[in-house]
């Protein structure tokens, strides 16, 4: 599974030749498709720290909330489950989403050859790829920005599951 960047703000996400999802991002938000399905991203809030997911609807289906002000950790429900969202080092930069304490998604950047790279870590066992919007949308502009491909509209970020 993969995100590519098709231009400065779209990305698809393909397993293998198939399209499973599209997100164009607009400035706070984004649009996003998973096969018919449209879905809203935006953040909200004074600050910025929540990030809002929407159906086509506008009937809102999750609120990523950090635990206080100053948590790299949100807790969040999504077709009655409820997950964490954390922000860690590993040594550098990971999102991960996780359920009762277990990692389930987690996007983080490796520096495998002396070039950072983006890798997926999935290990669920039902796929909601509403968890990979959530997490791409949060973790795009630092992938973007640390794999070196944050201006160039046709290369591709390659994001490998581990």
Known sequence: MNWTKISDKES???QGDTLIATMKFQNRKAECHIGERIFQIRKKGFWGNQV?????NGQILSVLKPTNWFSS???FSLYGHEYQMIARNKPLIEYVVQQTGRDLLAYGLKVPQ?????VITDSRQTKSYELDLLLWFLF???????TGNCTA??????LLIA
Request: charged share 30%; with cysteine.
């Open 12 to 14: 698809h996400l393909k």
């Open 114 to 118: 002396k070039t950072a790279s983006a």
């Open 153 to 158: 509209a046709d290369e591709e970020l390659l």
């Open 73 to 75: 950790t949100c807790s």
């Open 52 to 56: 809002e997911l929407s159906d086509e």
């Open 140 to 146: 795009a502009p630092v992938a973007l920005s640390e």
